[in-house]
């Protein structure tokens, strides 16, 4: 199905353009895809925009934790803008070409976005290891200067890490095809693309993976594991039960960021019989989470909830 770019010197023939074709093997019908994305994305703004403003305004909520959830509300808007203008321009315009430096600039905010929230996960997942393990020092050690420090070596490392990811790309020869079968210009599927070896894209696609997601991962597993032990130790259920509630939330969010990864990585390597199923599934974790993690914790957090009925002027009680 690819569209041959030949010529008659065909190894240092390039294109200059590449041709998203969105979701592969449904193209006739997948326009119908457009309004529940343009919906999940519309949604995730308003929902994100909200956090932002309620967090901003109600003075109760100037705590770390509630800083980091807006630090992630700007990551999850960043993430779902850097793709979902493309996409709905392909399935309702049929714009579907899209320049080399724009693939490889996509590519590259799409892995700084992703790396970035995982990071934030981490951050939120050490200020309550703290507030439960350490409760006493909790107002010394996550202080605003922490916030700030975290986010700011988060943002160094997720901007530094995965430059070498377009760099790589860019540098391969695309002389054959230029028709990537997917919605957004992933590594796998730009590259795939290369008439020459790709296997080093590969072999650092892995090492990056392996460096920011299992090493963040990890450190989030060691957090829950020391809160765990702690809350064991407690002699009221109720204590145990409360301490255990202000991690829900976070627990929900961490669970569907890293399954749903998890899971395309399998798909991806299996080369499923119907395609469009990783693709779908990658296109909806960059534009569920920013609809999702506003309303988890609108939904688990007491305090949110309330100062969004504030902000929203409704007179409601939460219990």
């Given at each position: 199905?690819?569209?041959?770019?030949?010529?008659?010197?065909?190894?240092?023939?390039?294109?200059?353009?590449?041709?998203?074709?969105?979701?592969?093997?449904?193209?006739?019908?997948?326009?119908?895809?457009?309004?529940?994305?343009?919906?999940?994305?519309?949604?995730?703004?308003?929902?994100?925009?909200?956090?932002?403003?309620?967090?901003?305004?109600?003075?109760?909520?100037?705590?770390?934790?509630?800083?980091?959830?807006?630090?992630?509300?700007?990551?999850?808007?960043?993430?779902?803008?850097?793709?979902?203008?493309?996409?709905?321009?392909?399935?309702?315009?049929?714009?579907?070409?899209?320049?080399?430096?724009?693939?490889?600039?996509?590519?590259?905010?799409?892995?700084?976005?992703?790396?970035?929230?995982?990071?934030?996960?981490?951050?939120?997942?050490?200020?309550?290891?703290?507030?439960?393990?350490?409760p006493l020092r909790y107002p010394s050690i996550v202080t605003d200067s922490f916030v700030i420090k975290a986010t700011l070596f988060m943002a160094v490392r997720n901007s530094l890490c995965p430059i070498s990811v377009p760099v790589l790309a860019a540098q391969r020869n695309y002389c054959?095809?230029?028709?990537?079968?997917?919605?957004?210009?992933?590594?796998?599927?730009?590259?795939?693309?290369?008439?020459?070896?790709?296997?080093?894209?590969?072999?650092?696609?892995?090492?990056?993976?392996?460096?920011?997601?299992?090493?963040?991962?990890?450190?989030?597993?060691?957090?829950?594991?020391?809160?765990?032990?702690?809350?064991?130790?407690?002699?009221?259920?109720?204590?145990?039960?409360?301490?255990?509630?202000?991690?829900?939330?976070?627990?929900?969010?961490?669970?569907?960021?890293?399954?749903?990864?998890?899971?395309?990585?399998?798909?991806?390597?299996?080369?499923?019989?119907?395609?469009?199923?990783?693709?779908?599934?990658?296109?909806?974790?960059?534009?569920?989470?920013?609809?999702?993690?506003?309303?988890?914790?609108?939904?688990?957090?007491?305090?949110?909830?309330?100062?969004?009925?504030?902000?929203?002027?409704?007179?409601?009680?939460?219990?």
């Amino acid at each position: 199905m690819f569209q041959d770019v030949k010529d008659s010197n065909s190894s240092q023939f390039q294109v200059s353009e590449f041709i998203l074709m969105g979701f592969p093997g449904i193209h006739s019908w997948q326009h119908w895809l457009s309004l529940p994305l343009a919906l999940l994305y519309l949604l995730g703004l308003g929902a994100n925009i909200l956090i932002l403003t309620t967090i901003y305004e109600e003075a109760n909520l100037h705590q770390p934790m509630y800083h980091f959830l807006g630090i992630l509300a700007v990551v999850d808007m960043g993430l779902a803008t850097t793709i979902m203008p493309k996409i709905l321009a392909i399935l309702w315009f049929s714009a579907k070409a899209i320049s080399l430096p724009e693939c490889f600039a996509q590519m590259y905010a799409i892995h700084c976005f992703v790396a970035m929230e995982s990071g934030i996960f981490v951050c939120m997942a050490i200020d309550r290891y703290v507030a439960i393990c350490q409760p006493l020092r909790y107002p010394s050690i996550v202080t605003d200067s922490f916030v700030i420090k975290a986010t700011l070596f988060m943002a160094v490392r997720n901007s530094l890490c995965p430059i070498s990811v377009p760099v790589l790309a860019a540098q391969r020869n695309y002389c054959l095809h230029n028709q990537i079968e997917h919605c957004l210009c992933s590594n796998l599927g730009v590259t795939s693309l290369s008439c020459d070896d790709r296997k080093i894209n590969s072999i650092n696609q892995i090492f990056l993976a392996w460096l920011i997601m299992g090493s963040d991962l990890c450190l989030i597993i060691v957090s829950y594991a020391l809160i765990l032990r702690s809350v064991l130790k407690l002699n009221s259920k109720e204590a145990a039960s409360k301490a255990l509630n202000t991690c829900t939330s976070h627990l929900i969010l961490i669970l569907f960021f890293y399954t749903v990864i998890v899971v395309i990585s399998i798909t991806h390597s299996a080369g499923m019989e119907l395609p469009f199923i990783p693709v779908l599934l990658n296109v909806l974790h960059n534009v569920i989470p920013p609809a999702l993690n506003p309303m988890v914790y609108a939904i688990k957090n007491k305090e949110l909830r309330q100062g969004l009925c504030k902000v929203l002027g409704l007179n409601i009680k939460g219990k």
